[in-house]
Nanobody, 118 residues
């Protein structure tokens, strides 16, 4: 049974960089073809895709956030991270990490609330 767990600060000040880590455990060994994604849901809104990483360094991002977003992966620790710079209150959301294939997100973390406020 694959489990994903997000971790990071629950409160970030405006203009700072948000850093979240997702740790994967259980299930079969990870594959180089797995797609690892970050998704968020702002209050009262739908799910928003932030970005995806495949393998260790093939990352791509939502164009509207690309200039502020970075996703990386540490295969030795079964972790991948999200960095979102210059945050604003509109970045307040529940952030989820997922693992799956090219067209599906088979496994989800429980999500972590991030609030951007001074």
């Amino acid at each position: 049974q694959v489990q994903l767990q997000e971790s990071g600060p629950g409160l970030v000040k405006p203009s700072q960089t948000l850093s979240l880590t997702c740790t994967s455990s259980g299930g079969s060994n990870t594959r180089s073809t797995d797609y690892w994604r970050w998704i968020r849901q702002p209050p009262g809104k739908g799910l928003e895709w932030l970005g995806t990483i495949v393998g260790s360094d093939n990352a791509y991002y939502d164009p509207s956030l690309k200039s502020r977003t970075s996703i990386s992966r540490d295969t030795s620790k079964n972790q991948f991270t999200l960095q979102l710079s210059s945050v604003v209150p509109e970045d307040t959301a529940v952030y989820y990490c997922t693992r799956g294939g090219p067209s599906g997100m088979d496994f989800w973390g429980k999500g972590t609330q991030v609030t951007v406020s001074s």
